[in-house]
């Protein structure tokens, strides 16, 4: 297992650099399906990917060089797990994780074997949608939300995937859906206050607008797991039944039922391996009627 994770880290700039001068000089006629990938912690990933099977990381590795993977402004590389900041791997005992995006890559990839594909990553655990995600940033807001030293994220989100794309010709690429994994913090009305909770609703509607507009991409379908509690669910709901492109991953804390998604008990927290999977294969399931290539 040790040696076959090696090997997906492993980067090279010149299979990079293939990748965007095949795009550039057309010889792939079909356009690199970009999707954009943004949230907290459980989209930033908190899975353990030390658990995943030999069959895993086979799969992984018979796809990974179709998908560039641009994450938190790190070098370019395939789709990969991620390696463990010294915070993550103090915090969480992982070594190496992954978010939603490898599972939603490798049935992408497997689903569709003629595509290459650009993943675009922005997410840091902890933030809100009140605060530093917000569209309408204000700094009481992010005051509020303890979040005055983070980043304008969703200002950066944009501008990290004009960055990247601005590597490619118009033509050479398609914008084809956008992942949130985002909730958590918003929900916490102990500490934050009720305000963050019933905006949610409002915000994230703002936040779907304001990408389609910046991105100049009216129709982009927009998918979201569900994660927090009390409006945040509710505004979750309300924003996927307003808009035909928008969709809802649910969850239930119902251990019987098919959407309970476990977690590791506290102080670790967050979604289990299997969970992680499980939701990467959702989104993909959630998109797959949208995939007319």
């Known amino acids: 297992m ?16 293939t990748f ?44 990974a060089d179709r998908i560039q993977f641009y994450y ?17 791997k103090r915090h969480y ?3 190496y994780y992954f978010g939603p995006e490898l599972f939603f890559g490798i049935e992408l990839a497997e689903a569709h074997p003629d595509e290459r594909f650009i993943f675009i990553k922005r997410s840091i655990g902890g933030t809100s949608l009140y605060g530093c995600w917000n569209p309408c ?33 118009e033509s050479d690429y398609e914008l084809s859906g956008m992942l949130w994994g985002q909730g958590e913090a918003d929900s916490n009305v102990k500490k934050k206050g009720p305000e963050p909770s019933e905006t949610y609703a409002q915000n994230l509607q703002n936040l779907i607008t304001e990408t389609r507009k910046q991105l100049h991409s009216p129709e982009l379908p927009f998918a979201m797991f569900q994660v927090g509690a009390g409006k945040v669910v509710t505004g979750m709901q309300e924003t996927a039944e307003a808009d035909d492109r928008v969709f809802l991953i649910p969850q239930s804390k119902n251990k019987n039922s098919v959407n309970f998604y476990p977690t590791n008990p506290p102080p670790i927290g967050h979604y289990v391996t299997e969970s992680m999977k499980r939701i990467g294969q959702e989104f993909f399931r959630v998109y797959t009627p949208l995939l007319n290539w």
């Open 72 to 88: 938190n402004h790190k070098p370019v590389s395939k789709l990969q797990l991620s390696e463990g900041s010294a915070y993550v």
């Open 137 to 169: 940033w204000e700094e009481a807001k992010a005051a509020q939300m303890n979040e005055l030293n983070q980043p304008k994220l969703f200002g950066d989100f944009i501008s990290y995937t004009k960055e990247v794309l601005k590597e490619y010709k």
């Open 93 to 95: 005992s992982l070594e």
């Open 2 to 17: 040790k040696f076959r994770i090696s090997i997906v880290f492993c980067f090279c700039m010149m299979w990079s650099s």
């Open 20 to 63: 965007a001068t095949a795009a550039h000089k057309g010889v792939k006629e079909k356009p690199i399906r970009v999707f954009l990938f943004a949230g907290q912690s459980n989209m930033d990933g908190r899975a353990d990917g030390g658990k995943l099977s030999s069959k895993d990381i086979e799969r992984l590795e018979e796809v």
